[in-house]
């Protein structure tokens, strides 16, 4: 596997059933500290990576934190060159920055970044200068303004408003696709101006609902992917939010499986969906013109290939080598972050990180 970068956690690889004996292993070597920091910086949680045209590396960094221990802004945008030198950190305390989730790179290399914590999603151009902004932050003066609740049952949608978003996926005519996202469960759709075409989805688990669309990705016909991690699966849509079909990643635990820290999920957990084996934390495609499909979960730890229909093609997991024990797979990373540069490699970064790996 050639120039996949991911970062290593210290906590630590009718449905169209993606579910097989063990699928071929993807074999993978890792090269320690690709990226260069300056003296003095440091990654914090990565929860996003990106690489643009020129192989240029965007690191989204819930780092450089200031204020309080609890609720303290963490969100950072780093660009890295080709060979791994330091840049530029860019949109430094910016308004929008509050608590970082995902960082995509369009074909024009304009650099989109959602924030979950002030519910905004932010267009850089490739210059850095701020282009385009969708959500509103709370006011700080407003007396309501806090983090957002969690109860079972689950806030409703805010219409206008963005409620804990999550990703951006976009197609050929530059139309862009937002997962909206803890709370609001749907997809919305702008156009190349900005302007909001349409939104789809609600809570549930039927098909065009959402539990928690946590990630999104589109194909060389627009199709459209959805991360939909509670319900353990990934939703596909045409380009105006008709459901397609669904693909659920069913691959048995390896009994050697073991978290860095804590207990296996129990029964409970599991069932929930969020941290069932192939429930999918962050998926990508590869640009065709022989597209596959990676996702990624929490437990064990697995990125998997995918044909586009659902077709378990390989997986990666352990590490085959390692200079120095590859803590993100061999004890089976707990949430991933992965984008796909390349026809032959995908990108990616573990949130809980403190470093960055690439692996060939």
Not at 154 to 169: K, Y
Not at 211 to 240: C, K, M, S
Request: aromatic share 8%.
């Amino acid at each position: 596997m050639r120039g996949l970068i991911a970062g290593l956690s210290m906590l630590l690889c009718a449905p169209a059933f993606a579910q097989q004996q063990t699928p071929p292993i993807i074999n993978f070597e890792s090269v320690p500290n690709p990226l260069q920091l300056p003296d003095n910086m440091y990654f914090g949680e990565v929860s996003g990576v990106a690489v643009n045209s020129k192989g240029h590396v965007l690191v989204l960094n819930r780092g450089n934190s200031i204020g309080p221990a609890y609720a303290a802004a963490a969100t950072q945008l780093l660009e890295f060159d080709a060979d791994g030198k330091f840049l530029r950190e860019i949109g430094r305390n910016l308004y929008a920055w509050s608590f970082a989730h995902m960082v995509k790179v369009d074909r024009h290399d304009d650099i989109w970044v959602t924030d979950k914590g002030s519910d905004m999603v932010i267009k850089f151009t490739p210059e850095g200068r701020v282009a385009m902004v969708f959500g509103r932050k709370q006011e700080p003066s407003d007396e309501e303004t806090g983090p957002l609740k969690h109860p079972n049952p689950p806030l409703p949608a805010e219409p206008g408003r963005f409620r804990q978003v999550t990703d951006t996926a976009f197609d050929a005519a530059d139309n862009t696709f937002i997962s909206d996202g803890y709370i609001n469960s749907r997809v919305a759709k702008v156009d190349k101006d900005g302007n909001w075409i349409k939104s789809w989805g609600d809570r549930g688990n039927g098909p065009g609902q959402f539990a928690t669309p946590h990630a999104i990705a589109t194909d060389a016909e627009g199709n459209v992917y959805v991360a939909d991690r509670g319900n353990h699966r990934i939703q596909v849509f045409d380009n105006d939010g008709n459901f397609l079909r669904q693909i659920v990643i069913d691959v048995p635990v390896p009994p050697d499986a073991k978290p860095a820290i804590g207990n296996i999920p129990g029964e409970a957990q599991i069932k929930a969906g969020t941290f069932a084996p192939g429930s999918p934390w962050t998926i990508c495609i590869t640009p065709g013109p022989n597209q596959v499909l990676y996702s990624a979960d929490a437990w064990p730890g697995r990125i998997y290939k995918l044909s586009l229909d659902g077709k378990l093609l390989a997986c990666l997991a352990k590490a085959a080598s390692s200079s120095n024990n590859l803590v993100g797979f061999t004890r089976w990373p707990v949430r991933r972050r992965t984008c796909c540069g390349s026809a032959s490699c995908s990108t990616g970064a573990l949130k809980s990180c403190c470093c960055i790996r690439k692996l060939e």
